[in-house]
DNA sequence: TTGTACGCGTTATCAA
DNA sequence: TTGATAACGCGTACAA
């Protein structure tokens, strides 16, 4: 590969004048110069090292996204957003799978220190009192130091901008949507206990329910536990409608019911929230959530230095999982 | 952040020395030093540049997965198996989306060779007779003389080390299966033309219908490619069975025939090939692609130098969208 | 307008 | 066993 000392051989001069018209630098220089330059470049398919250019410029053009899993299209859809702004400006995006362990988040934004990220974005919400917190702001302290831009695109307990979505009204959208269908024994599928996301979805839940009769059952983020959702579900005596925590669990729910012969919606509404493309695949009623433009967004405040602190609006879509009771 | 220097004077040693037992170097060190570099390590919180390291080394401990569409779960699954054996041994995943593009994958191949990356997996197929071709095999060459390991997970006209499905036998399985059932009249919706993957799959589907009666629709890879599939079999008339280039295509194929009131599998069978997450939720039969370990194989060929040229097994899952033909 | 020379943080070669 | 010192490839203050 070419380097810039022998672009300068090359073209007949030194470094610093080669350095100067290939590197796009305001000091100048004569146009004569400059065309021999930027011919023996030509020649030569020179192409700067973006190492040695981070080394010297101590910031990289490298953007890592933090998630739980990529496999995940809450995730992925936000990753997709990041690198729909980043690639095009040259930009490097590093998806980061933490497998949803705040060890391996801690040990990815090592890395990501170590390479002078020029920014980090936090996908996924953060736990309450979390044991790795000390450490994880830690971090995050050095990689600001260091010039990193850190967005949050969840409540997470950390000095950092960050662009969310209402997640309290969002459940409660959805849960008003079921009660204007006019159910009104209504359980919610919790999430991950301790995670930001699923208290503040539960808030919204319960917030909607004031005066009804709300049921709480237990949970997560995966297909498995609405499945689970389902069977205690049928142990007792069915609601007339279900949320769920997300579209995963919503999935599992309505497919473990469906397997059990329970009409959905005749019998038992079930709605989720994210409106991930499985959602649009079975026909699930959910709260669809602008995650592509939540990693634009944080994209631009990266590299654009884009304003931040900012709610992304989501918005109910009805489909055909909810109904109003049959009588 | 504290580098070897500042490391080398608080232990008042030399950086040489000190960069000799941080960095894990074979040269003899005495202990007694050894444990004051150490100690000192320690107590300014030390990181080695990955930067300043990749320079020297002329090579990062970087890798770029090269694939179509974070979005789509064929091509998370494999991102997702490369990561789970890159990271733990503290390298890192550049997911590098090209939107199917090739000028995409260009110019990111390229990003990745001004890295330094360690290494480079393809992780989609390649176009037949594509006009990028001399300049992507020219990029590829680059990176292998700069010392970076390439793999592909799918067929590519590059001049690289590979781990594969066998596309041909996936399709032929699945085309037995319905045969097995009873069906005759059998339709196969075609994937992107001029894609090796498409042509593969589309062989393995004549071939086992040798004598039979095979029915080709146009498509493609996505889920809109199936539904308009599924319109345009209902125009004419329906066969017996379809079989998708994919299980996206399957979905939307799937859904739209239901929603026009077709009964799947009662009327026509439907089956697609991957067998992604969404064909579980669905429960669509298809044929299982190891693609986890597709990506752990690729990993496993760039960092430990594994051996390629692997065709791994994949198998045929039936599941609730196919049946023998009821009468 | 051009060039010299130093620094970025490592690794590696060669002496000591 | 330890230490200078030269790369690696680039940006940039300073000098000319």
Redesign the interface.
């Known amino acids: 590969?070419a380097s810039l000392a022998d672009i300068s051989r090359r073209a007949g001069v030194s470094i610093a004048t080669a350095s100067r018209v290939l590197g796009g630098s305001s000091h100048p220089v004569s146009d004569a110069t400059r065309s021999r330059v930027v011919a023996a470049a030509e020649e030569l398919g020179y192409?700067?090292?973006?190492?040695?250019r981070?080394?010297v410029r101590r910031t990289?053009r490298i953007i890592g996204v933090i998630v739980g899993?990529?496999?995940d299209?809450y995730f992925?859809?936000i990753?997709?957003g990041v690198?729909?702004v980043a690639?095009p400006q040259?930009h490097?995006?590093?998806?980061?799978?933490t497998d949803r362990r705040p060890a391996?988040e801690l040990?990815?934004l090592?890395?990501?220190?170590?390479?002078?990220a020029a920014g980090v974005v936090f996908a996924g919400s953060g736990y309450e009192h979390a044991g790795e917190d000390a450490a994880l702001r830690h971090v995050v302290e050095?990689l600001q130091a260091?010039g990193a831009a850190v967005v949050a695109l969840a409540p997470r307990d950390l000095d950092c901008p960050s662009v969310l979505v209402d997640n309290r009204a969002a459940a409660r959208d959805a849960t008003e949507h079921l009660l204007a269908l006019g159910h009104r024994r209504i359980a919610f599928v919790e999430g991950p206990p301790g995670l930001h996301t699923s208290a503040q979805r539960l808030e919204g839940f319960e917030a909607a329910m004031a005066g009804a009769d709300p049921l709480r059952v237990p949970g997560g983020f995966e297909?498995e536990a609405g499945a689970e959702a389902a069977a205690r579900l049928l142990e007792d005596e069915l609601p007339d409608a279900v949320l769920a925590v997300n579209d995963e669990v919503a999935?599992g729910l309505l497919?473990h019911l469906r397997r059990a012969g329970v009409d959905v919606p005749g019998r038992v509404s079930v709605a989720g929230i994210d409106d991930t493309?499985?959602a649009r695949?079975?026909?699930l009623t959910s709260v669809s959530l602008p995650l592509h433009e939540l990693g634009v967004a944080a994209a631009r405040v990266i590299l654009e230095g884009a304003a931040a602190d900012t709610v992304l609006p989501h918005r109910l879509v009805a489909r055909g999982t909810t109904a109003s009771p049959s009588r």
């Open positions: 590969m192409r700067p090292s973006e190492l040695a981070a080394l990289s899993d990529v496999v299209p992925a859809e990753a997709r690198d729909d690639a040259g490097l995006t590093m998806v980061c799978n391996a040990a990815h090592d890395v990501l220190r170590d390479y002078h050095q260091a297909f999935i497919t493309r499985p695949l079975v026909d």
